[in-house]
C-alpha cells in the first residue's frame, strides 16, 4: 500500500487490480486493518471529513421540563402548496402545550409560538427539543428562547428518529380515521381542524405510552388517583371471579421518568414499565400447575419443568 503504484488507491481499488494480475494478499478488511495498526487510516478527500456528534438525551420526571416540537406538512387546495402545522408537545405527560398553522415555514412563526405556550410558565431551565431545519435553528427563534431562559436541543444531522415524539404525535394525526382524505380548502378550515384534533388527542385519546391515561390528566398530577381506581375495579373482578384470574391482576403503572433517546437498554425498561401490561407473575410454576388444575388435567412433571421457564 506504500508503493509508488498504490499509495494513492484505497484497499478497495487495490484488493481487485491484484486479482487481475493473478495475485491475492488479503481482502480489504484485512488491509484496512493492517493500515489502522500502522496509523495509516485518515481521510483523504477534499470533503470534510464526517464529525462525530453526541446523541441528544435528556429525561423528564414531570410535566414542563422536556418538551418536543416539529412542523409537518398540510396539504391545501393547490397542488404544491402547503399548509405548515407548528406543535409542540411535552415529553413527559404527551400534551400538545402549542399549536398554529402557518401557510409558510420562519423563525419568526415558531418563536410566536414558543412565547405564547410558555405564558404563565416558569420557563427557566426548560429544554425544547427539534430538529435542524431554519424555523428551528433561526437567529429570532433562538434569541426568544435566550431570552425566556429554555435550552435548546437539536437532533443529530441526518438521523431521521432523535425527535421520536413529535414524530409520533404526526402519525396519530395523519392516520386517524377523521383525518381529511381532501386536502384542506383554506387555512382556516386547516386550523379549525387542527384545533378538534388537540381538543381530542389531549382530553380523550388514552395514550398507549403513559398507561392510557389522557395526556391532560397525566399533565395536571391526576394517573395514580385513576390508576388506583382502576386497579382497585380489577382486584374487585378478581375478588369476585377468582377462577378467571391465572395470576396477579393487571399493574396499571406510569412510566415515573420519559427518556428522549434513551442511551442503553436499561433506560428503555425503565421507561415501558408495566403500563400496557399484566403485572408479571411472581410465581409462574403454580400459575401453570393452576391453569392445568382448573382445566381437570394433574399438573405433571414435564409441565412444572417448562412452567419455570415462563
Same mark, same amino acid.
Given at each position: 500500500?506504500?508503493?509508488?503504484?498504490?499509495?494513492?488507491?484505497?484497499?478497495?481499488? $487495490? $484488493?481487485?487490480?491484484?486479482?487481475?494480475?493473478? =495475485?491475492?494478499?488479503?481482502?480489504?478488511?484485512?488491509?484496512?486493518?493492517?493500515?489502522?495498526?500502522?496509523?495509516?487510516? +485518515?481521510?483523504?478527500?477534499?470533503?470534510?471529513?464526517?464529525?462525530?456528534? %453526541? %446523541?441528544?438525551?435528556?429525561?423528564?420526571?414531570?410535566?414542563?421540563?422536556?418538551?418536543?416540537?416539529?412542523?409537518?406538512?398540510?396539504?391545501?387546495?393547490?397542488?404544491?402548496?402547503?399548509?405548515?402545522?407548528?406543535?409542540?408537545?411535552?415529553?413527559?405527560?404527551? %400534551?400538545?402545550?402549542?399549536?398554529?398553522?402557518?401557510?409558510?415555514?420562519?423563525? =419568526?412563526?415558531?418563536?410566536?409560538?414558543?412565547?405564547?405556550?410558555?405564558?404563565?410558565?416558569?420557563?427557566?431551565?426548560?429544554?425544547?427539543?427539534?430538529?435542524?431545519?431554519?424555523?428551528?435553528?433561526?437567529?429570532?427563534?433562538?434569541?426568544?428562547?435566550?431570552?425566556?431562559?429554555?435550552?435548546?436541543?437539536?437532533?443529530?444531522?441526518?438521523?431521521?428518529?432523535?425527535?421520536?415524539?413529535?414524530? +409520533?404525535?404526526?402519525?396519530?394525526? %395523519?392516520?386517524?380515521?377523521?383525518?381529511?382524505?381532501?386536502?384542506?380548502?383554506?387555512? =382556516?378550515?386547516?386550523?379549525?381542524?387542527?384545533?378538534?384534533?388537540?381538543?381530542?388527542?389531549?382530553? *380523550?385519546?388514552?395514550?398507549?405510552?403513559?398507561?392510557?391515561?389522557?395526556?391532560?390528566?397525566?399533565?395536571?398530577?391526576?394517573?395514580?388517583?385513576?390508576?388506583?381506581?382502576?386497579?382497585?375495579?380489577?382486584? =374487585?373482578?378478581?375478588?369476585?371471579?377468582?377462577?378467571?384470574?391465572?395470576?396477579?391482576?393487571?399493574?396499571?403503572?406510569?412510566?415515573?421518568?420519559?427518556?428522549?433517546?434513551?442511551?442503553?437498554?436499561? *433506560?428503555?425498561?425503565?421507561?415501558?414499565?408495566? +403500563?400496557?401490561?399484566?403485572?408479571?407473575?411472581?410465581?409462574?410454576?403454580?400459575?401453570?400447575?393452576?391453569?392445568?388444575?382448573?382445566?381437570?388435567?394433574?399438573?405433571?412433571?414435564?409441565?412444572?419443568?417448562?412452567?419455570?421457564?415462563?
Amino acid at each position: 500500500m506504500n508503493s509508488p503504484e498504490f499509495r494513492g488507491l484505497p484497499p478497495t481499488q $487495490v $484488493v481487485p487490480i491484484l486479482a487481475d494480475r493473478g =495475485e491475492y494478499i488479503g481482502s480489504e478488511s484485512t488491509i484496512y486493518r493492517v493500515l489502522r495498526q500502522e496509523a495509516q487510516v +485518515a481521510h483523504w478527500q477534499r470533503s470534510r471529513p464526517p464529525t462525530p456528534r %453526541k %446523541k441528544p438525551r435528556h429525561e423528564a420526571d414531570g410535566p414542563n421540563q422536556l418538551w418536543s416540537w416539529d412542523i409537518t406538512y398540510l396539504h391545501s387546495a393547490v397542488r404544491g402548496n402547503y399548509y405548515y402545522l407548528y406543535l409542540m408537545l411535552d415529553v413527559w405527560s404527551r %400534551k400538545i402545550v402549542g399549536w398554529e398553522v402557518h401557510s409558510a415555514q420562519s423563525a =419568526e412563526h415558531a418563536a410566536a409560538l414558543v412565547e405564547e405556550a410558555t405564558k404563565g410558565l416558569e420557563a427557566v431551565g426548560l429544554v425544547l427539543h427539534a430538529d435542524n431545519g431554519g424555523p428551528m435553528k433561526g437567529a429570532t427563534m433562538l434569541s426568544t428562547l435566550q431570552r425566556l431562559g429554555v435550552i435548546p436541543s437539536f437532533s443529530r444531522p441526518q438521523v431521521s428518529d432523535d425527535n421520536p415524539f413529535s414524530e +409520533a404525535a404526526f402519525r396519530t394525526l %395523519k392516520y386517524r380515521p377523521g383525518y381529511p382524505v381532501n386536502p384542506f380548502a383554506s387555512l =382556516e378550515e386547516a386550523r379549525a381542524w387542527i384545533a378538534s384534533f388537540v381538543a381530542w388527542y389531549n382530553e *380523550d385519546h388514552r395514550h398507549s405510552g403513559i398507561a392510557f391515561l389522557t395526556p391532560a390528566q397525566r399533565h395536571a398530577g391526576q394517573g395514580p388517583e385513576i390508576l388506583a381506581r382502576r386497579r382497585a375495579v380489577y382486584e =374487585e373482578a378478581k375478588t369476585a371471579n377468582p377462577n378467571r384470574w391465572a395470576c396477579s391482576t393487571r399493574a396499571w403503572k406510569e412510566p415515573d421518568r420519559v427518556f428522549l433517546n434513551p442511551n442503553d437498554q436499561v *433506560d428503555t425498561l425503565e421507561q415501558k414499565g408495566q +403500563a400496557n401490561g399484566p403485572a408479571v407473575d411472581p410465581n409462574p410454576t403454580a400459575s401453570m400447575s393452576r391453569r392445568l388444575a382448573l382445566a381437570g388435567q394433574p399438573a405433571r412433571d414435564a409441565d412444572r419443568r417448562s412452567a419455570a421457564y415462563v
